[in-house]
DNA sequence: GACATTCATAACCATCTGGTTATGAGATAG
DNA sequence: CTATCTCATAACCAGATGGTTATGAATGTC
């Protein structure tokens, strides 16, 4: 399985509704659809379909058992999330520095 | 200026020309709206729309400066993004944490 | 075997979204 | 003053999106 495109992981996390389902997997463990349904809001279906989109963004992992489904939350697919922001970060830093040069040479 | 919703703000980041543009921005400072047209490959109206949900977003700032406007990223904007991600790592700690606790006890 | 439960998929629909072109307001140049 | 340049806004459109109900496949229960 190749590492999910960070554009599928943005998209999943722009939902609240998923955000929510992915935030109740993070605290609570694995759920079956019919327990995370139970406190969704929406109907079964959509439940079901956002986590199809979840688990094609890696953030979510199913487990068959009889005729549940249990899904529990990847915490390792937020990593390019991670790396993003920190990206983010060290391009400004990098630009602060150069300033800061800049500063200290027309100190001389 | 009150703190934009996250929902805004993961939102703003789920389009590719938007984080295009955020990402020009990180990386190379502020930018005129003409500028950052030439190499979006979008129309320059698009690129206004976007900017606009940057900066409700809380992402960007634009500065006028006669008939053209300077943008330039916010960075700050990010916090409650590495907020979220670190709080569904905290979950998945204390879960696991949870785990090992049940484990030690069951050696006793 | 007959029935019930759990979930996924299909079909459908209203709304949102990201793009376009057209236009206009404000600033600068001649 | 007129013409030009830069950007924002309006009006519009096709396609994506998030929800619904209906249905069916697989499993479990009696």
């Known amino acids: 399985m190749p590492e999910p495109s960070p554009d599928l992981l943005f998209k999943a996390l722009a939902d609240p509704s998923r955000r929510a389902l992915f935030e109740r997997l993070c605290q609570h463990g694995e759920q ?3 327990a995370l349904t139970a406190g969704a809001g929406i109907s079964q279906p959509a439940v079901s379909k956002h986590l199809g989109i979840l688990k094609r963004a ?28 920190g ?13 800061e040069n800049l500063l200290k040479r027309m100190d001389q």
């Open 32 to 34: 079956t659809v019919g």
């Open 58 to 85: 890696g953030l979510v992992q199913g487990r068959g058992a009889g005729r549940q489904t249990h899904y529990s939350a990847q915490q390792r697919a937020l990593a390019p999330l991670v790396d993003w922001t």
């Open 87 to 99: 990206r983010m970060n060290r391009f400004w830093e990098a630009r602060f520095d150069d300033l």
